[in-house]
């Protein structure tokens, strides 16, 4: 089992910037996918940006690739989402995930672990 814990989620103005966290424990996940999704009102859970956790490659959705990065921090089992220049539109419940499959993993069903989730409100 891995456990994941998000943070870092609030309420921030239009145009400012967002440092989410994700703290993975349990089993050894040293060659898993890590990824961020969010889920917006009323909409789908939709992937945001992955990293690979051994050798942090990274890949994004192409219409976040700019203003999102997606990092990770080996030694304190952390992965991070940094959110630039926020709109009212990336106002949504965060998710980070880990996926035991090989590849760039972007849909849900590719990922077998799941945060609780952190919310982010952008207010225009």
């Known amino acids: 089992q891995v456990q994941l814990v998000e943070s870092g989620g609030g309420l921030v103005q239009a145009g400012g910037s967002l440092r989410l966290s994700c703290t993975a424990s349990?089993?050894?996940?040293?060659?898993?996918?890590m990824g961020w999704f969010r889920r917006a009102p009323g909409k789908e859970r939709e992937f945001v940006a992955g990293?690979?956790?051994?050798?942090?490659?990274?890949y994004y959705t192409d219409s976040e690739k700019g203003r999102f990065t997606i990092s990770r921090d080996n030694a304190k089992n952390t992965m991070y989402l940094q959110i630039e220049s926020l709109k009212p539109e990336d106002t949504a419940v965060y998710y980070c995930?880990?996926?035991?499959?090989?590849?760039?993993?972007?849909?849900?069903?590719?990922?077998?672990?799941w945060g609780q989730g952190t919310q982010v409100t952008v207010s225009s």
């Open positions: 990293v690979s956790w051994s050798v942090g490659n990274t």
């Open positions: 995930a880990a996926s035991g499959n090989s590849g760039r993993p972007v849909f849900t069903w590719e990922y077998q672990y």
């Open positions: 349990g089993r050894t996940f040293s060659t898993y996918r």
